[in-house]
């Protein structure tokens, strides 16, 4: 008998963003003056992300002869694939299943390359020798997953000396926790100044920090506009039928989840979960960090 593999609520959320969207990425996209705020832009939004990521690769990159990546929470392996093609040595680190089964299929597909795909947390990656490491660690969204303390601590083992961590990502801004309204509705991402704290001690310097806020937060006005105008409308014509056909089990099943239900709705659809609010309470930052010290692990020689 087949064994049973559970999925997080985190793994479901990413798998059904990409299967409702219809999209092979799983981050935000990048959305200027030039490119209309539609659902069918969404693409090419995420394809200028992307974009803005790979040119930031080359630059990084652009003087060593055969520079190693290693994609931390590798999604679809859309953006590998785009990195394999530019001719780079990649591996990828991912711990969700659902996810690592469209990666795979996605390698297949391309002959000839060579990847190892490390289907666990970044946290269980162990210690390299030097001769091994990666020369970038990719943070393409996955940054916030990770605790700060083993980004600071992990990251050393992975990267050669002078190696970089290319972080895009949201953190939370100095509104969280406020009180007001709106501050529950985003939940996710590291303090940005627990962040800059940790950094201050650590092995690495900063060396770009770039505020992709503005350009980040149209998404939200998106999903905002899907939540109110589609599925909240879609719930209530439900809510309808179901309290009409099946009265007392519909208000027993909202009775005992109506915790969960009232978390979500506030979350979802108090109208909290607005552009502005992602402003306030979001920092979207394009990271570059630095190893300027270098780890005293396994050398390799």
């Known amino acids: 008998m087949a064994r049973k593999v559970s999925m997080s609520s985190r793994e479901l959320g990413l798998v059904l963003a990409q299967q409702l969207l219809d999209v092979d990425d799983l981050h935000y996209g990048l959305w200027d003056a030039d490119l209309p705020l539609t659902p069918g832009n969404i693409a090419t939004a995420q394809q200028r992300y992307t974009e803005l990521l790979l040119d930031h ?4 990159l652009n003087a060593i002869e055969t520079p190693r990546i290693l994609d931390v929470g590798c ?4 953006m590998l694939e785009q990195l394999l093609a530019r001719g780079y040595q990649v591996d990828a680190v991912n711990p969700s299943p659902a996810l690592n089964r469209q990666v795979r299929a996605r390698l297949e597909r391309l002959p000839g390359t060579q990847v190892n795909l490390f289907e666990c947390n970044f946290e269980a990656l162990p210690a390299l020798p030097t001769a091994q490491r990666y020369d970038l660690l990719l943070f393409s969204e996955s940054f916030q997953y990770i ?7 992990i990251s050393p083992r992975l990267l050669r000396p002078g190696g970089h ?5 949201f953190f939370k801004s100095d509104a969280h926790r406020d009180g007001a309204a709106g501050d529950r509705s985003f939940s996710g991402g590291h303090v940005l100044r627990s962040f800059y704290e940790g950094l201050a001690t650590s092995q690495f310097s900063l060396q770009h920090d770039e505020d992709l806020t503005a350009r980040v937060s149209p998404n939200i006005a998106l999903l905002d506009e899907w939540l109110t105008q589609r599925l909240l409308p879609a719930s209530q014509s439900i809510n309808t039928y179901l309290t009409g056909r099946y009265p007392w089990s519909t208000r027993l099943l909202k009775w005992l989840a109506r915790r969960r239900l009232a978390r979500l709705e506030y979350k979802y659809l108090s109208g909290n979960r607005s552009q502005a609010m992602f402003e306030k309470y979001k920092s979207y930052r394009l990271l570059v960090l630095r190893l300027e010290q270098a780890d005293t692990g396994p050398s390799g020689n």
């Open 57 to 60: 690769v080359a630059r990084l």
């Open 165 to 169: 961590l290319l972080v895009c990502d």
């Open 75 to 78: 999604g679809t392996g859309h």
């Open 147 to 153: 605790p700060l303390v083993d980004i600071f601590t």
